[in-house]
């Protein structure tokens, strides 16, 4: 390369190495230049009553095309777990003698209040903006002084020149006074603060502030100079929204109220049960077999005395109900023989025998048991395990029936599910709009606590409807003589003078009852031991079991069957839940 070659090249080679070298910093400098930068920003305040400070700010700002600016205020801080000071920003106008912006908006973005005044068009050069704001928040009471603090110059995203604030008040003595100059909540001085002569206003200045620094002024007063106050706001954290205040604690105590009156209506409701079952205990007591004849209590059947004890048409009422029609001659039970099928299985065989005097729950569940599930024709027999899934849909239509016949009979004014179902409902309802309640109160307010109480009052209600059905006088009367009927069944004892067929006949009737009761192993055993004293005794006219069979066998029979029964139901998912 020739000497004039080397010579011409170097300018442009030092231009490349300046242009790699050049810093993240000035290429940001660069940026700022080109939207603009504010060359003074020059405030006044003036304090006023109440320690309201009225603001004049006097912007002078150049502009690189762009149609607006941002300013923004520190109006935000912690003050505490539970609280956070604020400060208002207020009556914010702006006007410009040279043709500057003067469309104003407002925003808050976290801890700031966004100031932007935009024009209407892209702007280069200087323009001076003179904005008017008044300030509330800014004075503290310390004792025999109070102090202003207040970020008076700052939160520019572009560099400022020069900052100037001048901070006084009619008649108002300075008595101390300091600046700091950076980030938010710096400890660093400013570049100059001094009083006037007359020490009536505070003078603060500050050069080449970068973009985000503030200028903070401190003027101190004696006490009651401008009588202004802080301003405070209730943090939004979990533990503010769930605090004890008068409101929530008011809540609290009309839930409590409201559970105490809740279980005084069930008192009233329920309570009536008890003092009838007091009342009618005696009745109850009285032997069950007149004459001869067995007569359960009150002509109840176990079906519906399972309903009107525990107000549930469940898997055991069910259970008791088909032994029942198998006692009544309505079908007949043969266990199969294990040795011969592999396993333990039932047929049921449908008799020949008129259903004028049964029950319409009854009826229903006879047809269910025998109904086909491809057709719907009736069968003469079925096996147990054979009870398939359309099984459920009958078994629904059952358990209804079994609902409307303790109403029928007087002894609910109204369904029992259905009032359970209407308070549950109820219940999860309110707990639900509780739970929707308790977040939008958490996140905007500090009675969360209020939301919450609705929760506890709508579970408390959903768990309390399963108890709201009532007996009326006539099903609590029943309910007594049912048990005094229960407690003759659990002594195991017999009437003095039957025995043999009649014995068995006799133990055989109580038998669906004992299903209810709970007392099946007890009852089938006295049916095993009396078949074992009576003379060819191999089998009851109702239950039939397999070669070698007798009723020394019919208690461990009776309980693997009721067990198996209620599994079937079970499994037609209709019962599950029960």
Request: aromatic fraction near 8%; include cysteine.
């Given at each position: 390369?020739?000497?004039?070659?080397?010579?011409?090249?170097?300018?442009?080679?030092?231009?490349?190495?300046?242009?790699?070298?050049?810093?993240?910093?000035?290429?940001?400098?660069?940026?700022h230049?080109?939207?603009?930068?504010?060359?003074?920003?020059?405030?006044?305040?003036?304090?006023?009553?109440?320690?309201?400070?009225?603001?004049k700010e006097?912007?002078?700002?150049?502009?690189?095309?762009?149609?607006?600016?941002?300013?923004?205020?520190?109006?935000?801080?912690?003050?505490?777990?539970?609280?956070?000071?604020?400060?208002?920003?207020?009556?914010?106008?702006?006007?410009?003698?040279?043709?500057?912006?003067?469309?104003?908006?407002?925003?808050?973005?976290?801890?700031r209040?966004?100031?932007?005044?935009?024009?209407?068009?892209?702007?280069?050069?200087?323009?001076?903006?003179?904005?008017?704001?008044?300030?509330?928040?800014?004075?503290?009471?310390?004792?025999?002084?109070?102090?202003?603090?207040?970020?008076?110059?700052g939160?520019?995203?572009?560099?400022?020149?020069?900052?100037?604030a001048?901070?006084?008040?009619?008649?108002?003595?300075?008595?101390?006074i300091?600046?700091?100059?950076?980030?938010?909540?710096?400890?660093?001085?400013?570049?100059?603060?001094?009083?006037?002569?007359?020490?009536?206003q505070?003078?603060?200045?500050?050069?080449?502030?970068?973009?985000g620094e503030?200028?903070?002024?401190?003027?101190?007063?004696?006490?009651?100079?401008?009588?202004?106050?802080?301003?405070?706001?209730?943090?939004?954290?979990?533990?503010?929204?769930?605090?004890?205040?008068?409101?929530?604690?008011?809540?609290?105590?009309?839930?409590?109220?409201?559970l105490?009156?809740?279980?005084?209506?069930?008192?009233?409701?329920?309570?009536?049960?008890?003092?009838?079952?007091?009342?009618?205990?005696?009745?109850?007591?009285?032997?069950?077999?007149?004459?001869?004849?067995?007569?359960?209590?009150?002509?109840?059947?176990?079906?519906?005395i399972?309903?009107?004890?525990?107000?549930?048409?469940?898997?055991?009422?069910?259970?008791?109900?088909?032994?029942?029609?198998?006692?009544?001659?309505?079908?007949?039970?043969?266990?199969?023989?294990?040795?011969?099928?592999?396993?333990?299985?039932?047929?049921?065989?449908?008799?020949?025998?008129?259903?004028?005097?049964?029950?319409p729950?009854?009826?229903?569940?006879?047809?269910?048991?025998?109904?086909?599930?491809?057709?719907?024709?009736?069968?003469?027999?079925?096996?147990?395990?054979?009870?398939?899934?359309?099984?459920?849909?009958?078994l629904?239509?059952v358990?209804?029936?079994?609902?409307?016949?303790?109403?029928?009979?007087?002894?609910?004014?109204?369904?029992?599910?259905?009032?359970?179902?209407?308070?549950?409902?109820?219940?999860?309802?309110?707990a639900?709009?509780?739970?929707?309640?308790?977040?939008?109160?958490?996140?905007?307010?500090?009675?969360a606590?209020?939301?919450?109480?609705?929760?506890?009052?709508?579970?408390?209600?959903?768990?309390?409807?399963?108890?709201?059905?009532?007996?009326?006088?006539?099903?609590?009367?029943?309910?007594a003589?049912?048990?005094?009927?229960?407690?003759?069944?659990?002594?195991?004892?017999?009437?003095?003078?039957?025995?043999?067929?009649q014995r068995?006949?006799?133990?055989?009737?109580?038998?669906?009852?004992?299903?209810?009761?709970?007392?099946?192993?007890?009852?089938?055993?006295?049916?095993?031991?009396?078949?074992?004293?009576?003379?060819?005794?191999?089998?009851?006219?109702?239950?039939?079991?397999?070669?070698?069979?007798?009723?020394?066998k019919?208690?461990?029979?009776?309980?693997?069957?009721?067990?198996?029964?209620?599994?079937?139901?079970?499994?037609?998912?209709?019962?599950?839940?029960?």
């Amino acid at each position: 390369m020739s000497g004039r070659s080397r010579r011409a090249a170097a300018p442009l080679l030092a231009a490349l190495l300046l242009l790699g070298t050049a810093t993240p910093a000035a290429g940001e400098e660069a940026r700022h230049r080109a939207s603009g930068r504010v060359l003074s920003d020059d405030v006044t305040l003036t304090i006023g009553p109440n320690g309201v400070a009225r603001a004049k700010e006097t912007i002078v700002y150049e502009f690189a095309g762009a149609r607006s600016f941002e300013r923004s205020f520190l109006t935000r801080e912690r003050d505490s777990d539970t609280r956070d000071r604020v400060y208002k920003v207020e009556n914010v106008r702006a006007s410009s003698p040279d043709g500057g912006p003067t469309q104003v908006g407002t925003a808050t973005d976290g801890d700031r209040t966004v100031l932007k005044v935009a024009a209407a068009a892209p702007l280069r050069g200087r323009r001076t903006v003179l904005l008017e704001y008044d300030v509330r928040g800014t004075v503290t009471p310390m004792g025999m002084r109070e102090e202003l603090r207040w970020a008076a110059v700052g939160g520019w995203k572009v560099p400022v020149d020069s900052a100037k604030a001048t901070v006084g008040g009619p008649a108002m003595v300075v008595r101390n006074i300091n600046c700091f100059a950076g980030p938010p909540r710096s400890a660093i001085g400013c570049t100059q603060f001094f009083t006037n002569h007359t020490h009536t206003q505070g003078m603060f200045s500050q050069q080449n502030m970068q973009p985000g620094e503030h200028l903070t002024v401190v003027v101190g007063y004696p006490s009651g100079t401008t009588r202004g106050v802080p301003l405070y706001e209730q943090r939004r954290t979990l533990a503010t929204a769930f605090s004890v205040n008068a409101i929530t604690m008011g809540s609290l105590l009309a839930l409590l109220a409201l559970l105490l009156g809740g279980f005084g209506l069930l008192y009233l409701l329920r309570g009536r049960d008890a003092r009838a079952v007091g009342r009618h205990a005696a009745e109850g007591d009285r032997p069950a077999v007149e004459g001869a004849e067995f007569a359960p209590p009150d002509g109840v059947r176990p079906g519906q005395i399972g309903t009107l004890i525990d107000e549930q048409a469940d898997v055991i009422d069910v259970t008791a109900t088909i032994v029942d029609l198998a006692v009544r001659a309505y079908l007949l039970i043969e266990e199969e023989d294990r040795a011969v099928t592999g396993r333990t299985d039932w047929t049921l065989r449908r008799l020949d025998r008129p259903a004028d005097d049964l029950l319409p729950y009854e009826r229903l569940l006879l047809d269910a048991l025998f109904e086909n599930g491809t057709d719907g024709a009736q069968r003469a027999t079925i096996k147990l395990s054979e009870l398939d899934g359309a099984f459920a849909t009958r078994l629904a239509k059952v358990r209804s029936a079994m609902y409307d016949d303790v109403v029928e009979q007087g002894w609910f004014a109204r369904r029992p599910d259905t009032v359970r179902s209407r308070w549950t409902t109820a219940g999860i309802v309110l707990a639900v709009l509780g739970v929707a309640g308790t977040v939008g109160l958490a996140v905007f307010t500090d009675l969360a606590l209020v939301g919450l109480a609705v929760i506890v009052g709508g579970a408390a209600l959903a768990v309390g409807g399963q108890y709201m059905p009532a007996k009326t006088a006539r099903g609590a009367t029943v309910l007594a003589h049912t048990i005094g009927f229960q407690h003759h069944l659990a002594q195991g004892e017999a009437p003095e003078g039957i025995e043999g067929p009649q014995r068995i006949a006799l133990f055989s009737r109580y038998l669906p009852y004992a299903v209810v009761f709970d007392l099946v192993g007890k009852w089938a055993a006295t049916v095993e031991d009396t078949g074992e004293q009576a003379e060819g005794a191999d089998n009851l006219y109702w239950y039939e079991g397999p070669a070698e069979w007798d009723l020394s066998k019919f208690a461990e029979s009776m309980r693997t069957f009721t067990l198996a029964t209620s599994g079937a139901i079970s499994r037609t998912r209709q019962f599950r839940s029960l």
